[in-house]
């Protein structure tokens, strides 16, 4: 049973996929909540640029890209491909919340 499916039971399954490249990726762990008819996935990422979120689906999956400069000056960048079954992806939304990158997708 994956992780998904235990957190949510079984209307809503799937696999997180992270896809690093480079050394300057940011490892985020997304926290998974149910919200009224959605699924939000919160990723603490405060060194994220709000200007360089793109988020696309294709073949049933989420692409989130970001990216942003630390404190220090070190560049970083997000790169996360998700799948998710339960969702309705096409219609899946991200914004910045605070130091969080938030995705909400309506539950199907």
Same mark, same amino acid.
């Given at each position: 049973?994956?992780?998904?499916?235990?957190?949510?039971?079984?209307?809503?399954?799937?696999?997180? $996929?992270?896809?690093?490249?480079?050394?300057?990726?940011?490892?985020?762990?997304?926290?998974?909540?149910?919200?009224?008819?959605?699924?939000?996935?919160?990723?603490?990422?405060?060194?994220?640029?709000? +200007?360089?979120?793109?988020?696309?689906?294709?073949?049933?999956?989420?692409?989130?890209?970001?990216?942003?400069?630390?404190?220090?000056?070190?560049?970083?960048?997000?790169?996360?491909?998700?799948?998710?079954?339960?969702?309705?992806? +096409?219609?899946?939304?991200?914004?910045?919340?605070?130091?969080?990158?938030? $995705?909400?997708?309506?539950?199907?």
């Amino acid at each position: 049973m994956g992780l998904l499916q235990r957190l949510l039971g079984n209307r809503i399954t799937g696999t997180i $996929i992270t896809s690093k490249v480079g050394k300057d990726a940011l490892s985020v762990s997304p926290s998974i909540e149910i919200e009224g008819d959605e699924l939000v996935l919160r990723m603490h990422a405060p060194a994220i640029d709000p +200007s360089t979120v793109e988020l696309d689906t294709h073949d049933d999956h989420l692409h989130l890209r970001a990216s942003g400069t630390k404190p220090d000056g070190s560049k970083v960048k997000i790169e996360e491909t998700m799948r998710i079954s339960g969702a309705d992806e +096409s219609r899946a939304r991200v914004a910045t919340e605070g130091d969080d990158l938030v $995705i909400r997708l309506p539950r199907g």
